[in-house]
């Protein structure tokens, strides 16, 4: 398809262990994001990508989460030990790359909704 | 650091009435303002933009003017459907920055 494509889109796993999301984004689309959609919250950026620049990482909440991309295309988020204020829909979104806000935008993929028991 | 804030819902209309959802941002410079929404079941996508001051962005019958003076991007509709039903989240991004700041999200639920 077009879009952004994110699996598996629900996840439900026992606390401590270790589950793994995936994105695939826009075919082009250099720039990829991950960001966290908690029940009654808003979206909390996590980690950023772009080509093959260093990616920021300063949403991250813990060492337990960590997230790569491979061959500028996929991107792999891994959450550790899973705790249950862990649950929470992850939302990937990427968009083509280059500068500023002004013609860009956001496309987004549906979520995987984790849920830690 | 930069934030966004919007009124909290859910917010529960009749059809055909007037839809307002309230948006103020603080951020250095001059960032460009969004409105995002995500239909039952969908990914977020993009209902409207804009990226200066006094800008009007609009979109299926949505408006939202950048209003730098008081820092704020409203959302607002004339006449809301049931298909209107909704999150609606607003966003900022900066020309150099590297992601957007969301706000917290509306709920809109239109009734018939």
């Known amino acids: 398809g077009a879009g952004v494509s994110q699996s598996p889109s629900n996840k439900v796993t026992e606390k401590g262990k270790d589950v793994e999301l995936r994105c695939d984004p826009i075919?082009?689309?250099?720039?990829l994001y991950w960001y966290r959609q908690s029940l009654g919250q808003g979206l909390e950026f996590l980690i950023y990508?772009?080509?093959?620049?260093?990616?920021?990482k300063s949403g991250l909440p813990s060492d337990r989460f960590s997230a790569e991309r491979t061959g500028g295309s996929v991107s792999t988020l891994t959450i550790q030990r899973t705790q249950q204020e862990d649950s929470a829909v992850y939302l990937c979104?990427?968009?083509?790359?280059?500068?500023?806000?002004?013609?860009?935008?956001?496309?987004f993929g549906e979520g995987s909704r984790l849920t830690v028991l | 650091g930069d934030s966004v804030t919007q009124m909290e819902g859910p917010v529960t209309l009749s059809e055909e009435a007037f839809l307002t959802i309230n948006c103020t941002y603080t951020?250095?410079?001059?960032?460009?303002l969004f409105w995002y929404v995500q239909y039952p079941g969908e990914g977020l996508q993009l209902l409207l933009k804009?990226?200066?001051?006094?800008d009007k962005g609009s979109n299926k019958g949505f408006e939202a003017t950048y209003r730098k003076e008081t820092t704020s991007f409203h959302l607002e509709k004339g006449s809301v459907q049931v298909s209107d039903s909704a999150v609606y989240f607003c966003?900022?991004?900066?020309?150099?920055?590297?992601?957007?700041?969301f706000g917290g999200g509306t709920r809109v639920l239109v009734k018939p």
């Open positions: 951020a250095t410079g001059y960032p460009s």
């Open positions: 990508f772009q080509g093959n620049s260093a990616p920021d």
């Open positions: 966003a900022l991004g900066k020309a150099a920055g590297n992601k957007l700041t």
């Open positions: 979104a990427s968009r083509p790359g280059g500068a500023g806000w002004n013609t860009g935008e956001l496309f």
């Open positions: 075919s082009g689309h250099t720039a």
């Open positions: 804009a990226t200066k001051a006094d």
